[in-house]
């Protein structure tokens, strides 16, 4: 099974993601972005995913969308039915280039290790920087 990555944002923050992570792991077809930009809504980029879903029933599609409990997100919840979306909510950069560099489509169990491994990351950071530190953090 292929897969696709989409990612969806209020605003233009999934075209910047976009682009960052292109910068580290190059142009990759299967990866895009939609975002919902002041006075749209976010029926129509809900509307090009279900397309796509029913288009290429044979493609996975994994939507990173940037904020659970937001509008977009909360509008593309509507799509989880379909067999083929995995729907990820809380978008950042080592879990996008982790989730793009992971060939094949992935199940529950490996897109759940992705999100662990990425948000460990970030503590991970966070911690060895306070502990090395004599200084206070703030």
Same mark, same amino acid.
């Given at each position: ?10 605003? *233009? ?19 895009? =972005? ?19 879903l *029913? ?17 977009? =997100? ?11 979306i995995?729907?990820?909510?809380g ?22 290790? *992705? ?24």
């Open positions: 099974m292929n897969k696709k990555i989409i990612l969806v944002s209020h605003g *233009k923050l999934s075209a910047g993601m976009l682009h960052s992570v292109q910068m580290i792991v190059g142009e990759n077809p299967d990866v895009s =972005c939609m975002g919902m930009l002041p006075g749209e809504h976010y029926q129509p980029m809900v509307d090009e995913v279900e397309r796509q *029913k288009e290429n029933p044979d493609t996975q599609y994994i939507v990173v969308a940037d904020l659970l409990g937001g509008s977009v =997100c909360n509008g593309m919840t509507t799509l989880t039915g379909y067999p083929n995995k729907l990820i909510a978008m950042n950069m080592g879990l996008v280039i982790s989730l793009i560099l992971s060939p094949g489509a992935l199940s529950d169990e490996e897109i759940d290790a *992705k999100i662990l491994e990425a948000k460990d990351m970030n503590h991970r950071v966070l911690l060895e920087k306070t502990e090395d530190s004599e200084e206070d953090f703030f």
